[in-house]
């Protein structure tokens, strides 16, 4: 159990254009998704805190309209990065908590904006 | 400064020797987690340790939580190949989930 499912793995897209990303608990309820950015060769940097039902909690520096968040459902979150430029490539992953401490993450998604 | 250290950043080693990685932090945890992550994949779980001085082992990886739940070492004995990868070692601090920078470990044949 505890498997979470991204979609999708990689995207490519032009500068200026949205992307969607998904993010699902398959087989667990999760009141709380972390989506977080990963740097080449370095650790991951927690971006939002999303909580079904209610707005996601950013992170000092992230922008909140750039990076919408939506958390509809128990087993879904979305992050949609809006007006997208190069600097914004990066592997995006998210994670689905289930219980106190326990987070499991999904595969990635590599996002290159061209 | 990060509320998780890691060392060494990066170590290479050859099949069969044995390391240990570090994660240390002044503060307290009630658990702290170790992931390992491949290249262009998310963290996998290995293992959660929450009592002071405990000592886990998940095949040939020992994991010991720090008796103040301050630090947490993790030891491999005689590594392969396979153990290549980003060893990340996190907590939860407050309501967030907060991740050390990382060990990369390159297991040489």
Known sequence: GAVVSQHPSWVICKSGTSVKIECRSL???????????????????L?????????ATYEQGVEKDKFLINHASLTLSTLTVTSAHPEDS????????????????????????? | ?????????????QEGENLTVYCNSSSVFSSLQWYRQEPGEGPVL???VVTGGEVKKLKRLTFQFGDARKDSSLHI?????????????????GQNF????GTRLSALP
């Open chain 1, 27 to 45: 087989d667990f309820q999760a009141t709380t998704m972390f989506w977080y950015r990963q740097f080449p060769k370095q650790s991951l940097m």
């Open chain 1, 47 to 55: 971006m939002a805190t999303s909580n079904e039902g209610s707005k």
């Open chain 1, 90 to 114: 990066s592997f995006y992953i998210c994670s689905a908590a289930r219980g106190v401490g326990e987070q499991y993450f999904g595969p990635g998604t590599r996002l290159t904006v061209t």
């Open chain 2, 1 to 13: 400064t990060q509320l998780l250290e890691q060392s060494p950043q990066f170590l290479s080693i």
């Open chain 2, 46 to 48: 290995l293992v959660t």
């Open chain 2, 77 to 93: 004995t005689a590594a392969q190949p396979g153990d290549t990868g980003l060893y990340l070692c996190a907590a939860f601090y």
């Open chain 2, 98 to 101: 907060v991740f050390g920078p």
